[in-house]
């Protein structure tokens, strides 16, 4: 194949963040492409509910959110395994949308600005030669200056590159399955709710069109003792929750079948890889119980592209644009991490869950500290 485009920007991954950072790029003159291998609109694997801190930035990129009526979410319920409940203030709060709508309106509004994208497109490997990177596609090769890795929880160049996540044994951050419905059901449209099981926990919240997002995580092992089977792990596990039993009982589900992914892990992950920059999962996921990965992943494009737009205008090297993303990354998001991976080790578990939830709830100061430690400022 032969190398016949170069750009400035090539982005690897059509989610939040990879779509994001082409609309900046394109609004800056840049000449970007971006690489995914489905076609939109599709449907992804994530608990649906952005905070507010996003709300502008969205704005700012060009998505009319205001006409959209998208429900506003404000309180927070938690259920232990036995269904429990205990309800908190969620601050600052949220919106729900579904990545169907708000991934395919992104990709139009990059089209719309005359960023490059190749849907159905698979990139199958990226060297760093001669201070450029050469992308290989299942379609084409090109060159770019500058590229950011946009792929996901777990990809196939994760596994190629040996990153370190993807080889360490499994443990209680890395061998998770997550499984999303979307539904109808009576249910409140101003709260996001978050149901314990054993080894899991299930989020229900508000998204457009009078629907609900139903998805949960657990670890592989709930799964292979129910042979394999969502719906006997759904019967013999999550409805041991009475809450969960009851809307899962209730909902009108909405598709055949759910979306399914496997092998998540929250192990930490380098923010830089072979000189490029990782964005939103790529570069560290938050656990879905704090709600929050939308917006991280979204934050993540603008500091990306902050350091590239200096890095582009050689204002600064190549070792600092790679050095200065590295420093605000961990300074906006390693505590959000951190305090996801302490809450998870709480959650799943009879006695630890129901402890932890009677403890946020008889003190109120620290059910609000953790929860405004999940989320971050405008930007």
């Known amino acids: 194949m032969q190398q016949t485009t170069q750009y400035d920007i090539a982005i690897i991954g059509g989610g939040l963040a990879g779509l994001s950072l082409a609309i900046l790029a394109a609004d800056a003159g840049y000449n970007v492409v971006l ?8 449907h992804k694997v994530c ?39 205990y309800n908190f203030q969620l601050d600052p709060g949220g919106f729900g949308i579904s990545r169907f709508k708000i991934d395919d309106a992104l990709y139009q509004l990059a089209i719309k600005k005359d960023a490059h994208i190749f849907t159905n497109t698979k990139v199958n490997d990226i060297l760093f030669e001669n201070d450029a990177h050469i992308i290989q596609t299942n379609k084409q090769t090109v060159l770019a200056k500058v590229v950011a890795g946009s792929f996901g929880k777990r990809s196939n160049l994760d596994v190629k590159w040996k990153r370190g996540f993807t080889e360490q044994k499994t443990n209680k951050l890395n061998n998770y399955i997550g499984i999303k419905y979307h539904v109808h059901l009576k249910y409140s449209k101003d709260e996001i709710a978050l149901h314990n099981f054993k080894n ?5 919240s508000a998204i457009e ?8 995580l657990t670890n592989a092992e709930n799964l292979s003792s129910n042979n394999n089977s969502i719906q006997q792990m759904q019967e013999n596990v999550l409805f041991q929750n009475t809450v969960l039993k009851k809307i899962f009982t209730e909902s009108e589900f909405l598709y055949d079948a759910p979306i399914t992914i496997s092998q998540i892990s929250f192990n930490k992950k380098n923010q830089t890889e072979n000189h490029m920059l990782m964005l939103g999962d790529a570069a560290g996921m938050i ?26 205008q050689q204002k600064i090297l190549r070792a600092e644009m790679e050095k200065n993303y590295t420093v605000k990354w961990k300074e906006n998001f390693s505590s959000r991490l951190q305090t996801g991976r302490m809450v998870q080790r709480f959650m799943g578990n009879s006695f630890s869950t129901t402890v932890f939830l009677k403890l946020m709830k008889a003190i109120p100061m620290l059910s609000k500290q ?3 430690s999940t989320h971050g400022k405008a930007f």
Request: proline share 4%; net charge negative; aromatic share 14%.
């Open 35 to 42: 690489f995914e291998k489905e076609e939109y609109p599709f």
């Open 47 to 85: 608990g649906e509910y952005i905070s507010f801190e996003s709300y502008d930035f969205l704005d700012r990129l060009g998505l009319p959110l205001h006409k959209w009526n998208l429900p506003a979410i404000k309180k927070l319920l938690v259920t232990d395994i036995k269904g429990n409940t």
């Open 200 to 204: 899991g926990y299930c989020g229900i």
């Open 209 to 216: 069109d009078d629907k609900y997002c139903l998805c949960y």
């Open 287 to 312: 656990t879905p119980l704090c709600g929050n990965g939308m917006s991280m992943a979204m934050h993540s494009s603008l500091l990306a592209f902050q350091q590239i737009d200096l890095f582009l």
């Open 370 to 372: 953790i929860i405004q």
